[in-house]
Nanobody
Framework: QVQLVESGGGSVQAGGSLRLSCAASVYTNNFMAWFRQAPGKEREGVAAIYTGGSFTDYADSVKGRFTITQDKAKNTLYLQMNSLKPEDTAMYYC????????????????WGQGTQVTVSS
């Protein structure tokens, strides 16, 4: 069982930045990702990483603005979000394990409780 705890969400104006963190109780070579879900919309994969290598994958909507990184010594996953837009407003979730067939089809086994990101115009 893997426990994931997100932090770092908040409110920011458009054009601003936030860094989300995800502390994992177990950190092994596996896929991990950030998802988001806005009210009335389906949950979507935002960024993924293979923790045992350098592979990353991003949704088209965040490419060039968001960066997924990790600190293995701290068992922590990060999502650096720059140039934020109002449409980035959502609950952001950390996820791990499961089947990875690309950011659009990733089916994680483990989920965090989420952290809210609100971007105002």
């Amino acid at each position: 069982q893997v426990q994931l705890v997100e932090s770092g969400g908040g409110s920011v104006q458009a054009g601003g930045s936030l860094r989300l963190s995800c502390a994992a109780s177990v950190y092994t070579n596996n896929f991990m990702a950030w998802f988001r879900q806005a009210p009335g919309k389906e949950r979507e994969g935002v960024a993924a990483i293979y923790t045992g290598g350098s592979f990353t994958d991003y949704a088209d909507s965040v490419k060039g603005r968001f960066t997924i990184t990790q600190d293995k010594a701290k068992n922590t996953l990060y999502l650096q979000m720059n140039s934020l837009k109002p449409e980035d407003t959502a609950m952001y979730y950390c996820a791990a394990g499961g089947y990875f067939g690309g950011i659009r089809s990733y089916e994680p086994n483990y989920w965090g409780q989420g952290t809210q990101v609100t971007v105002s115009s």
